[in-house]
């Protein structure tokens, strides 16, 4: 599985950005993943999970961090996940990574790093003040 990010970008406080992860390859449907999600690394910092959705969308997590400003969204047709950032903050600023869990794999909650399979390559967010 080959996932790749877009939409990336530099924007004010209070701006919105919209991520995709675009997966391709032999089992590259939604519908052989358990779940996708994004996790994000500023400099000097762990990886952490921002949003996770379950395949078909039947569940979606949110980190706290996040609530109320991100949300995860799929398209199936597409086989691409979509992570919509609203009211963007300083403190978001970080490479976010696209990453998924297929449905042989283990668990996607919480969401740890070492639990994804497969990862893109990053996206840059940059939210200056």
């Known amino acids: 599985v080959q996932l790749v990010e877009s939409g990336g970008g530099s924007v004010q406080a209070g701006g919105s950005l919209r991520l995709s992860c675009a997966a391709s390859?032999?089992?590259?449907?939604?519908?052989?993943?358990?779940?996708m999600g994004w996790f994000r690394q500023a400099p000097g910092q762990e990886r952490e999970g921002v949003a996770v959705?379950?395949?078909?969308?039947?569940?979606?997590y949110v980190a706290d961090s996040a609530k109320g400003r991100f949300a995860i969204s799929q398209d199936n047709a597409k086989n691409t996940v979509y992570l919509q950032m609203n009211s963007l903050k300083p403190e978001d600023t970080a490479m976010y990574y696209c990453?998924?869990?297929?449905?042989?794999?283990?668990?996607?909650?919480?969401?740890?790093?070492?639990?994804?399979?497969?990862w893109g390559q990053g996206t840059q967010v940059t939210v200056s003040s």
């Open positions: 990453a998924a869990v297929l449905q042989s794999g283990g668990y996607c909650l919480p969401p740890r790093p070492v639990l994804y399979n497969y």
């Open positions: 959705i379950y395949s078909g969308g039947s569940m979606t």
């Open positions: 390859g032999s089992t590259s449907s939604t519908s052989s993943t358990k779940c």
